[in-house]
């Protein structure tokens, strides 16, 4: 399996399990850190999130891993909160955090610039999607597509 197949997958079975115990399943992440792999599971739900909560996705996703043996690999499973630089990896988050500072990271330049700050303005549908921010006062429609890495942000 590629590794983009196995992004897809692990994504897959973190919202499976998530779907079951009622937590949006943010970000699932398989990463290098030295010589050991971690997958990196980000949780939500309305209420917050608390070590328990981490705890029983914890339990119940090493299960799924274990019966469905995505990896190949030994790994580390760290499960979190989102945080106060909360991930943005869905357009609904981009919809849901309107009017909050954020940061957005490109794959290759949108008028000049790989990096944009500035106040999240929603979403727009046009051509296959659009994150809408404002920076210093320019409204921006940035392609999703190019769209490598986004988060809120609390330090402007």
């Known amino acids: 399996m590629g590794n983009t197949g196995t992004r897809e997958r692990l994504y897959e079975l973190a919202e499976r399990v998530g779907d079951k115990l009622g937590y949006e399943v943010v970000e699932a992440k398989l990463g290098k850190e030295g010589p050991n792999k971690v997958l990196r599971v980000i949780i939500d739900h309305p209420d917050g999130i608390g070590i328990d909560d981490c705890q029983l996705f914890s339990t119940d996703f090493g299960e799924v891993l274990d019966e469905e043996d995505p990896i190949s690999t030994s790994y580390l499973l760290e499960i979190s909160s989102p945080g106060i630089e909360r991930p943005l990896t869905k357009p609904e988050h981009f919809k849901r955090f309107s009017g909050q500072d954020a940061e ?53």
């Open 104 to 156: 957005i990271r490109l794959f290759s330049p949108f008028q000049g610039r790989k990096k944009f700050r500035g106040t999240l303005e929603g979403w727009s549908d046009q051509e296959e999607g659009r994150v809408l921010i404002n920076c210093a006062g320019e409204q921006l429609a940035i392609p999703w597509a190019s769209v490598s890495k986004a988060h809120l942000r609390d330090d402007f």
